[in-house]
């Protein structure tokens, strides 16, 4: 049986956090499978000892192509190196994550090795009997779950959204097969080159990366009593998110949204004012580490998943709370 193969990726010789998600999905294919699950990375300068940890989180074979031109992502590149591994090694399977790097390279390769893929998807399994890859995801503006499989094809590719799934506990024992591939000159493509690069540096929200999220929905009424989210959200030094009710009424801008048709995050900890917890909602949040929610209905849909319950009147809740983390007095 052909490999499972995930694409890692790295910044300065440090792998991402998204690659050891993306070897969680694909243990749990590889084993479902019975086949091995190898990580694909591309890059400069990582060590073995930076390598090691995709062993420790799932990888099976680690190839490790190097060379100064591989430090930047470049899709013509990039896509010659991964063409030629795959056109040796013929995986069944190529798995990247929907980032920014996952959704330009993996349509490019798609083309240039005349295979299907199927973009940004939350789900992965494995179809019973002809061992195909059912890759499911919002379609038609999230209305509907497609399930998209690539039967003619190999490998079947898919990127997978950041944040819908954990990573799996780091083993240091677990140890793998790491394969150095020669970089080949012939596969630089000299037409497009990195001359420099510049980091962001700005107020965007950056609700993926933040450990802590408090979230407010149509249950805060107006948009003037958003300051309560806004002002937990600081005390705890996180981040603000709303539900897409909020978002529609104009409470918060869309970067704040969070859910099917806005952001998946993965805190450690999430905290849900006024929201009732509709599934497109929780579909946004189904890795926080805890979730709190905050909402007058004990049958409201966010109390039965959350961790921490709080019944009761967000207008009494949040200033007390707020009293208590030791900001200014705020009964309003
Ligand atoms: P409501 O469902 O109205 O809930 C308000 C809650 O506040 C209630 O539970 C109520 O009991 C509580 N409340 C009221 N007053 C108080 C009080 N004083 N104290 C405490 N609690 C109080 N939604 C998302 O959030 N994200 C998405 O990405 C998203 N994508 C969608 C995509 C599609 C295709 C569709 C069809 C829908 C999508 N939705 C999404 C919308 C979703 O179905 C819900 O309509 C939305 O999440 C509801 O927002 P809410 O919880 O703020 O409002």
Redesign the pocket.
């Known amino acids: 049986m052909n490999d499972i193969w995930t694409l890692s990726e790295q910044h300065e010789g440090r792998l991402k956090d998204v690659s050891f998600e993306l070897l969680a999905r694909g243990r749990a294919l590889a084993d479902e499978v019975g086949c091995k699950l190898c990580a694909v990375i591309l890059g400069n300068k990582c060590t073995e000892a930076e390598l090691s940890k995709l062993f420790h989180h799932g990888a099976d074979i680690v190839y490790y192509v190097e060379d100064p031109c591989l430090g930047d992502v470049v899709c013509e590149t990039y896509a010659n190196v991964l063409a030629y591994l795959i056109s040796e090694y013929k995986p069944q399977v190529l798995l990247s994550a929907a980032t920014t790097t996952g959704r330009s390279l993996l349509p490019y390769l798609a083309v240039r090795i005349k295979t299907g893929l199927t973009a940004d998807c939350t789900e992965l399994a494995i179809e019973k009997g002809t061992g195909n890859l059912l890759q499911t995801r919002p379609a038609i ?3 509907i779950m497609a399930t998209i499989k690539t039967p003619n094809h190999r490998p079947q590719m898919a990127t997978v959204r950041p944040k819908s799934c954990r990573a799996l506990a780091k083993d240091e024992k677990r140890t793998g097969e790491l394969v150095h591939i020669t970089w080949n000159p012939a596969w630089y493509d000299k037409r497009v080159q990195v001359l420099s690069t510049r980091e962001e540096i700005g107020n965007e929200v950056s609700l993926e990366e933040a450990d802590i999220v408090v979230a407010g ?3 805060l ?1 107006k948009r003037d009593n958003f300051h309560l989210v806004d002002e937990l959200a600081s005390c705890l030094g996180g981040q603000v998110g ?5 978002v529609d009424r104009g409470w918060k801008s869309y970067p704040h ?6 952001k998946t995050i993965s805190p450690k900890l999430y905290i849900g ?9 929780l ?2 949040i189904k890795t926080a580490e805890c979730i709190v929610a ?4 004990e049958n ?1 849909n ?1 109390l039965q998943v959350a961790d921490f319950a709080i019944v ?4 009494a ?1 949040i200033p007390e709370l707020l009293r208590r983390l030791g900001t200014q007095d705020r009964e309003k």
């Open positions: 503006g999230g209305n929905g149509r249950g009424k709303a539900s897409r009710d909020a949204q969070v859910g099917l048709s806005g004012i006024g929201i009732s917890g509709a599934v497109q909602h579909a946004g905050i909402n007058n209905d409201a966010l009761g009147d967000l207008f809740i």
